[in-house]
């Protein structure tokens, strides 16, 4: 792939539905996006990522499809989603969409079919068993809203299988035929103009699922047999796969045991953000460091996509107990604030208790590390959470873009809106939207422009490696380098509210072009042998060590 474009992106994750109503309805919609789209370019996203658009019964927020070629009809037509890939063109803005095929709606035709006839064309596009399953409650995703993973079918006569909840029955990926069919889903939206798909649930989707296995054998070949067949249609076209598993298992995503580089281009980096979470909660680096160090080696296309906060819940599985104790001690102390024991339904700002200085270095600090930056819509802003709203919705709010009534999101009457607004306490928003922090420079919009800004003047980051500096330094301080051909860029982060001075030495590849280029506020200008380095409570530096003409 000429470029690897995807490794200097950054990505910006809408619910198409909560962005920006055209129509007054009270739901957010195609045209709405397209009428936004200068915000999101001058932000500086160069991807945008949609949230499921398809036509659903959304009984799981628009990830029970029930057509995969069409557009859900509250959002818009395939018109309007169009004229959305034509506008985007317009601004240099890719888009990618998710890739929801590890199952579909129990409404779906094919699944409404498999069931009235066991000899439908479409039964064994499903997974299914005569007899009761032994291990009929293993491997929930949900705790406390989901106590099944095989359900009786009564008209079917036979259980079916579905790793999430029971209205969202599995495909069967051993079948040829739903194989080619997922082929075609993804040719479809291709050859339409996205250039990409976010694989939901990426390790579900290759599993070999049989009733009386609780570990099933995995199918790695379809992910290459996906990548190949989406290559063919878009030579620059990726697939980001959402993969939270072990990390001896992270790699297999990236490539094959004989190491070609065939499966998926991205993956999101959980372990980094589990971590990142554990690092503000503890005022520590450690977490961070120890992670970076022993991080697999990516194969040269591959690209972690790293983040902050997404659309679900902010996974700590991966952390141990007393890791994730420390992480819902500090920022979500209520259970109403937890979900399904591993997780925060909470967005970033009120985690960090609204703390600016906090947020910034926050993001500075991910905008700086290895992968490709992904931003969810509203975190620009600081928007906060709805903890009345049931499970992951609390994060789904209407974008808040002005003091006007609905929040300049829509003009449908007060209660009209889907889902509600946030109309009350410190993240209302007649005190947090675009329109007021625009002409604000001291906002956190106008400071993730400027941090974006100077990423794009750090290729580095995307680029190149990620190292550690090995220096003795406070707990509280993160050092790394990123080097490339391009040359090499030290970040300098620091995770308390206390002041600390640093010594660092000269470090290897510094050069003439030596010289500081962002930070939280303006120090004395660094020495080339960096000692004496002043760094701020949560304060941070980016110091350009060396610049080629590569």
């Not at 036509?55 to 018109?79: A, C, E, I, K, Q």
């Not at 070999?208 to 989406?230: G, I, Q």
């Not at 902010?314 to 209520?334: I, T, W, Y």
Request: charged share 25%.
């Amino acid at each position: 792939m000429i470029g690897h474009w995807y490794k200097q992106a950054v990505v910006y994750c809408v619910d198409v539905d909560s962005f920006q109503d055209s129509d007054d309805d009270g739901v957010g919609d195609l045209r709405g996006l397209i009428s936004r789209l200068d915000h999101i370019t001058r932000l500086g996203a160069t991807c945008l990522w949609l949230n499921p658009i398809h036509p659903s019964p959304m009984r799981d927020g628009g990830y029970d499809v029930t057509d995969f070629y069409n557009v859900h009809p509250r959002l818009g037509t395939l018109g309007d989603f169009a004229d959305l890939l034509r506008a985007c063109a317009d601004r240099g803005i890719r888009v990618i969409i998710d890739l929801v095929v590890n199952h579909t709606s129990d409404r779906h035709p094919w699944f409404r079919s498999a069931v009235a006839d066991p000899g439908s064309p479409y039964r064994d596009w499903y997974v299914w068993s005569a007899d009761e399953p032994t291990d009929r409650r293993q491997g929930i995703v949900f705790p406390g809203e989901q106590d099944e993973t095989w359900t009786w079918q009564e008209e079917a006569g036979a259980w079916y299988y579905h790793r999430f909840y029971d209205c969202e029955p599995d495909l069967d990926i051993a079948n040829p035929k739903v194989r080619e069919e997922i082929k075609r889903i993804v040719g479809f939206w291709a050859q339409l103009g996205v250039a990409g798909f976010r694989v939901d649930a990426a390790p579900f989707v290759i599993e070999l699922t049989r009733p009386d296995v609780p570990d099933p054998e995995e199918d790695w070949a379809f992910l290459t047999e996906l990548r190949e067949h989406l290559s063919w249609i878009r030579g620059d076209a990726v697939l980001l796969a959402e993969a939270n598993v072990p990390p001896d298992r992270l790699v297999d995503f990236f490539a094959d045991a004989g190491g070609s580089d065939d499966r998926m281009h991205l993956l999101f980096d959980f372990p980094l953000n589990g971590r990142l979470l554990l690092a503000l909660a503890t005022g520590e680096s450690a977490p961070v460091t120890e992670l970076i160090r022993n991080s697999p080696q990516l194969p040269g296309p591959a690209q972690w996509a790293t983040f902050l906060r997404l659309h679900d819940e902010a996974d700590l599985s991966r952390l141990e107990p007393a890791q994730r104790k420390a992480v819902f001690a500090a920022f979500a102390p209520d259970e109403s604030m937890q979900l399904y024991g591993r997780g925060i339904r909470r967005r970033m700002a009120p985690m960090l208790g609204g703390d600016q200085q906090r947020l910034r270095l926050a993001y500075a600090l991910m905008l700086s590390l290895r992968g490709t930056p992904v931003i969810r819509y509203g975190e620009e802003i600081g928007m906060g959470e709805d903890l009345r709203l049931p499970g992951r919705e609390s994060i789904r709010t209407p974008m808040q873009w002005s003091q006007h009534p609905g929040a300049g999101f829509s003009g449908a009457p007060r209660r009209g809106h889907s889902p509600e607004l946030i109309r009350t306490g410190p993240y209302s928003y007649h005190s947090v939207n675009v329109t007021e922090q625009r002409r604000n420079p001291d906002s956190l919009l106008s400071f993730l422009e400027r941090a974006i800004r100077m990423l794009r003047e750090c290729p580095e980051v995307g680029r190149g490696s990620c190292r550690v500096i090995d220096a003795d330094l406070p707990a509280s301080v993160l050092a790394h380098r990123a080097d490339s051909p391009t040359g090499a860029v030290l970040f300098v982060h620091n995770l308390s509210d206390q002041q600390v001075t640093l010594d660092l030495g000269r470090l290897d590849g510094t050069g003439p072009d030596f010289g500081e280029v962002f930070g939280d506020r303006r120090y004395q200008e660094p020495e080339p042998e960096l000692s004496g380095l002043e760094l701020g409570g949560y304060g941070f530096r980016w110091i350009r060590l060396s610049r080629t003409a590569a």
